[in-house]
């Protein structure tokens, strides 16, 4: 597994993470997972990337917002390509994030 050290497992498992509104920031307590150090790679980026598009909608960046989630769709597929037992799982999810942009 390819990411920090201190993040214990890839994720992306989890019932509902392959067809889950990632830009739903309830759908998981994600700042408690953040402050108990148990949140996996998977939904830290999904995170950010959640908060960076609040802001971007914010600061009325639509192209900005398009670009990123370009960005992050492309690094996610290709993650989760390398990651065997979440490919399994989210193969789905990934191609449908695109009605999201």
């Given at each position: 597994?390819?990411?920090?050290?201190?993040f214990?497992?890839?994720?992306?498992?989890?019932?509902g993470?392959?067809?889950?509104?990632?830009?739903?920031?309830?759908?998981?307590?994600?700042?408690?997972?953040?402050?108990?150090?148990?949140?996996?790679?998977?939904?830290?980026?999904?995170?950010?990337?959640a908060?960076?598009?609040?802001?971007?909608?914010?600061?009325?960046?639509?192209l900005?917002?398009?670009?990123?989630?370009?960005?992050?769709?492309?690094?996610?597929a290709?993650?989760?390509?390398?990651?065997?037992?979440?490919?399994?799982?989210?193969?789905?999810?990934?191609?449908?994030?695109?009605?999201?942009?």
């Amino acid at each position: 597994m390819k990411g920090a050290p201190w993040f214990s497992a890839f994720g992306g498992t989890d019932l509902g993470d392959d067809s889950a509104d990632i830009m739903n920031l309830k759908s998981k307590s994600y700042r408690d997972m953040i402050m108990q150090n148990t949140i996996t790679i998977f939904d830290f980026r999904v995170y950010l990337f959640a908060r960076q598009q609040a802001l971007l909608m914010k600061l009325e960046q639509a192209l900005a917002m398009c670009q990123r989630a370009k960005l992050f769709i492309a690094q996610m597929a290709r993650t989760i390509k390398e990651n065997p037992v979440c490919h399994r799982v989210m193969t789905t999810g990934v191609y449908g994030t695109d009605r999201l942009v």
